[in-house]
C-alpha cells in the first residue's frame, strides 16, 4: 500500500521528466565537486607546506614549478570547487522545488475537479474541515514524496558510495572505522525519530484545535456575548492554548535529544579517526593532507546517512498523506452522464454534439414515477412519489419540517438519483439526459441563498454569463433587488461574500431570486424564496414570481401559504408520502393537513 501510494503519487512528475533529467546532471556534477573539495587543502599541507611530491595526475611539469604558484593554483582550486559547487547544489534545489511544485500544482487542480463533481451526499458525509485539509495540506505529501523522498533519497546514497569508495581508496582500514559509528547514528535516528514524529504529531493535533476553537468562537459570537460567557470561554481557551505549548516543548525537547545523539556519534567517530589516523601517519600509511581528506568527509558522512535513515519515515508520512488525497480523487462519481445520454435543444452541448437528431425538445412537463429516495441504504426520506405536472404548471410543496421537500425539489437536476422509480422530463428519465443539458434547463433558488466572491451584478449573471447590465438590473428589479443595490457604494460593482459588503439574509435571497429570474430556464425550483422577506418585500417578490411561474414549470416548497396562492396544484408531504395532491381550492375543502395550516395561519 505504502509502495503503490508512492509510485502512484509520483507520477504526477512524470511530466517533468527531461527538467528531471538535467537535474540529476547537476547533482551528479554537485556531488563529485563536493568530493573533490577538500582535496587542495590536502595536496597543500602534503606537496606545499610539506615535502611530499605531488599526486601522479598532477603530470611532472608541476613538480617543478615554486611552491608559491602552486599555492596559488591549489588556491584557485578551492575557490572553483566551493563557488561552483554552491553554484550547481543551487541550481539542483532550485529545479527539484520547481519540479516538486508543479506536482503539488497538479494534483490540487485535480482534487478540486473532483471535488466539484462529487454528489452532495458525499459533502453530506464528510467534514469540511477534512476535505479543506484534505486539498491544501495533504496535497504537500506530493511534494515531499518528490523532493524529500526520491531526490534526498539518490542524492544521499549517491553520496554516500562515492565517498565511500574514494575514502577506501585512501586507506581501507580508516573508512570501515569511519563507518563503526553509523549503527549508532541509525539506531539513534530512529529511536528519536519516531519520539520526534509522534511528538510532533501530537503537537499538531493540539494546535489544529486552538484553531477550531477560535473558528468556533468567532462564529458563536452573538451567542457567547448574549449570555456573557467570554470569561468561560477564555478559561477553556488558555487550558487549550497551555496543552499546545506543553505538546510543542515536548516535541522540541525530543529535538534537541536527537541533535545530541548525533553530536555524540559524530564525536565519537571523529576522535576515533584523528587517533587512529594519527597512529597511521605516524607509521607512514597515511599522508597529513589524507587525513584531512578523511576528517572532511567524516563530517559530511553523518548528512547522507542522517537523510538514509530518516528517507523511510518521510516517505511512510507523505505516502500515509497521499492516501487521504487518493481517498477523495479515488471516490465514484455518482452522478454521471449514462452512455446514451440525449441532449436537451438549446443547450450547449447540443450546438457542439456532430448529431443533435436525437435531441429532446423540452417542453417543461415533469413526472415522478413511483420515486423513492433515502440517503442512507436503510433510511428512507421519500417513499412511492408520484405525481405529473404539464408543461408550464406550478406545484407547491408543503409539508412538517425535515419531511422530504427539498430533497424531492433536489431529485429534479439530479442531485441525487432515486433508490426506485423515475424522475422524468417530457417523459424521458433524467437519468438519459445529459446531465449538463438538464441542469441549464433548471434554474434553483436554494432554502439557504448562496452568494459567491464576485460583484453583485457577476453573482446575478452566474447562470447567464454576459448578460448586460439592463438584462441583470430587469432581474433585480423583479426579485425587489434593485432598490437596495443602488444605495450600495459600489452599487452592482459592489462585492459581496466574506470581508465584503455585509447583506441581510433578504436581500441575499433576493439577488438569488434575480439569478433564478435572469437564467430564464424552462423549469423553476424555489425552495421557500421568500421565507426571510418582509411581508411588503414579499409581496413584489410573489408577483415577480408569479409572472414567471406563468411560462414555466415550477415546484415551489413553502411555509407561508401567502406564497403559494396562484399555484395549480399542492401537494403534502407527510412521512415521507403524498398525503394530498390537488388544486389549491380542492385542497381547502378537504379535511388534512392544508385546510389544517390554512386555518391556522388565519
Ligand atoms: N445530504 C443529506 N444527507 C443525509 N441526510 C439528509 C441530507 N439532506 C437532508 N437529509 C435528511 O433528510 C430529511 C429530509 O430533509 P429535507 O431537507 O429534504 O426536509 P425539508 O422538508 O426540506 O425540511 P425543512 O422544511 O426543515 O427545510 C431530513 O431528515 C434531513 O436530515
Same mark, same amino acid.
Given at each position: 500500500m505504502l509502495m503503490n501510494n508512492s509510485f502512484r503519487a509520483l507520477r504526477y512528475f512524470r511530466r517533468d521528466a527531461p527538467r528531471i533529467a538535467v537535474m540529476a546532471l547537476l547533482l551528479g556534477a554537485s556531488i563529485i565537486t563536493n568530493l573533490l573539495k577538500p582535496w587542495p587543502l590536502a595536496i597543500i599541507v602534503d606537496a606545499v607546506l610539506g615535502t611530499k611530491p605531488l599526486p601522479g595526475w598532477f603530470g611532472?611539469?608541476?613538480?617543478?614549478?615554486?611552491?608559491s604558484r602552486l599555492l596559488i593554483l591549489l588556491s584557485v582550486a578551492t575557490l572553483i570547487l566551493h563557488l561552483s559547487q554552491g553554484f550547481l547544489s543551487a541550481a539542483t534545489n532550485y529545479l527539484s522545488i520547481k519540479v516538486g511544485l508543479q506536482g503539488l500544482r497538479r494534483v490540487r487542480n485535480e482534487v478540486f475537479g473532483r471535488m466539484e463533481k462529487l454528489s452532495m451526499k458525499f459533502y453530506h458525509g464528510s467534514k469540511t474541515g477534512d476535505l479543506i485539509y484534505r486539498a491544501?495540506?495533504?496535497?504537500?505529501?506530493?511534494?515531499?514524496?518528490?523532493?524529500?523522498?526520491? *531526490?534526498?533519497?539518490?542524492?544521499?546514497?549517491?553520496?554516500?558510495?562515492?565517498?565511500?569508495?574514494?575514502?577506501?581508496?585512501?586507506?581501507?582500514?580508516?573508512?570501515?572505522?569511519?563507518?563503526?559509528? $553509523?549503527?549508532?547514528?541509525?539506531? !539513534?535516528?530512529?529511536?528519536?525519530?519516531?519520539?520526534?514524529?509522534?511528538?510532533?504529531?501530537?503537537?499538531q493535533q493540539a494546535d489544529s484545535q486552538v484553531t477550531s476553537f477560535i473558528q468556533q468562537t468567532i462564529h458563536a459570537l452573538p451567542l457567547i456575548q448574549s449570555y456573557t460567557s467570554e470569561q468561560d470561554e477564555e478559561r477553556k481557551f488558555k487550558s487549550q492554548t497551555a496543552e499546545a505549548q506543553q505538546k510543542r516543548l515536548s516535541q522540541h525537547a525530543w529535538e534537541l535529544l536527537y541533535w545530541l545523539a548525533i553530536a555524540v556519534a559524530f564525536s565519537i567517530g571523529t576522535a576515533a579517526i584523528v587517533w587512529l589516523g594519527s597512529v597511521q601517519v605516524i607509521n607512514h600509511k597515511l599522508t597529513v593532507g589524507e587525513l584531512l581528506v578523511f576528517t572532511a568527509y567524516l563530517a559530511q558522512l553523518y548528512e547522507p546517512l542522517n537523510q538514509l535513515s530518516h528517507v523511510g519515515a518521510t516517505v511512510a508520512n507523505a505516502s500515509a498523506g497521499t492516501q487521504r488525497v487518493f481517498e477523495i480523487l479515488d471516490t465514484k462519481e455518482e452522478i454521471i452522464d449514462s452512455p446514451n445520454a440525449r441532449a436537451?435543444?438549446?443547450?450547449? !452541448?447540443?450546438?457542439?454534439?456532430?448529431?443533435?437528431?436525437?435531441?429532446?425538445?423540452?417542453?417543461?412537463?415533469?413526472?415522478?414515477?413511483?420515486?423513492s429516495f433515502g440517503y442512507e441504504k436503510d433510511q428512507t426520506v421519500l417513499s412511492d412519489i408520484n405525481f405529473a405536472l404539464e408543461a408550464g404548471q406550478s406545484l407547491a410543496i408543503i409539508g412538517p419540517s425535515g419531511v422530504?421537500?427539498?430533497?424531492?425539489?433536489?431529485?429534479?437536476?439530479?442531485?441525487?438519483?432515486?433508490?426506485?422509480?423515475?424522475?422524468?422530463?417530457?417523459?424521458?428519465?433524467?437519468?438519459?439526459?445529459?446531465?449538463?443539458?438538464?441542469?441549464?434547463?433548471?434554474?434553483?433558488?436554494?432554502?439557504?441563498?448562496?452568494?459567491?466572491?464576485?460583484?453583485? $451584478?457577476?453573482? *446575478?449573471?452566474?447562470?447567464?454569463?454576459?448578460?448586460?447590465?439592463?438584462?441583470?438590473?430587469?432581474? $433585480?428589479?423583479?426579485?425587489? $433587488?434593485?432598490?437596495?443595490?443602488?444605495?450600495?457604494?459600489?452599487g452592482y460593482n459592489t462585492v459581496v461574500g466574506e470581508?465584503?459588503?455585509?447583506?441581510?439574509?433578504?436581500?441575499?435571497?433576493?439577488?438569488?431570486?434575480?439569478?433564478?429570474?435572469?437564467?430564464?430556464?424552462?423549469?423553476?425550483?424555489?425552495?421557500?424564496?421568500?421565507?426571510?422577506?418582509?411581508?411588503?418585500?414579499?409581496?413584489?417578490?410573489?408577483?415577480?414570481?408569479?409572472?414567471?411561474?406563468?411560462?414555466?414549470?415550477?415546484?415551489?416548497?413553502?411555509?407561508?401559504?401567502?406564497?403559494?396562492?396562484?399555484?395549480?396544484?399542492?401537494l403534502v408531504l407527510q412521512d415521507g408520502k403524498v398525503t394530498q395532491i390537488g388544486t389549491p381550492e380542492a385542497l381547502i375543502a378537504q379535511q388534512g393537513y392544508f385546510a389544517d395550516s390554512s386555518r391556522a395561519h388565519r
Open positions: 611532472a611539469g608541476l613538480n617543478a614549478w615554486p611552491k491544501t495540506w495533504d496535497t504537500y505529501s506530493f511534494q515531499t514524496l518528490f523532493q524529500q523522498g526520491l *531526490i534526498t533519497f539518490f542524492t544521499a546514497l549517491l553520496t554516500l558510495i562515492l565517498m565511500v569508495v574514494v575514502m577506501c581508496q585512501i586507506n581501507v582500514s580508516l573508512t570501515l572505522a569511519s563507518l563503526a559509528t $553509523a549503527p549508532l547514528l541509525v539506531i !539513534s535516528v530512529k529511536y528519536f525519530g519516531k519520539k520526534m514524529r509522534e511528538r510532533g504529531a501530537e503537537a436537451i435543444a438549446g443547450s450547449n !452541448s447540443t450546438t457542439r454534439s456532430t448529431s443533435p437528431d436525437n435531441s429532446l425538445q423540452l417542453t417543461g412537463s415533469v413526472q415522478f414515477d413511483h420515486v422530504g421537500k427539498t430533497t424531492l425539489l433536489n431529485l429534479l437536476p439530479r442531485f441525487f438519483d432515486p433508490i426506485q422509480g423515475a424522475v422524468r422530463l417530457d417523459g424521458v428519465d433524467t437519468r438519459d439526459l445529459k446531465l449538463a443539458d438538464l441542469r441549464s434547463h433548471i434554474a434553483v433558488v436554494p432554502q439557504e441563498p448562496i452568494l459567491l466572491p464576485l460583484t453583485i $451584478a457577476e453573482n *446575478i449573471a452566474y447562470g447567464k454569463p454576459g448578460a448586460s447590465l439592463e438584462e441583470i438590473r430587469d432581474a $433585480a428589479r423583479a426579485a425587489n $433587488a434593485d432598490s437596495f443595490i443602488q444605495k450600495l457604494a459600489q470581508g465584503a459588503a455585509p447583506l441581510s439574509v433578504g436581500e441575499r435571497q433576493r439577488l438569488n431570486l434575480a439569478r433564478a429570474f435572469l437564467k430564464d430556464a424552462q423549469i423553476l425550483l424555489l425552495d421557500e424564496p421568500t421565507s426571510a422577506l418582509d411581508a411588503e418585500s414579499e409581496a413584489s417578490v410573489i408577483a415577480s414570481v408569479e409572472q414567471l411561474m406563468r411560462k414555466r414549470t415550477t415546484l415551489i416548497v413553502a411555509h407561508r401559504l401567502s406564497t403559494i396562492q396562484r399555484v395549480d396544484k399542492i
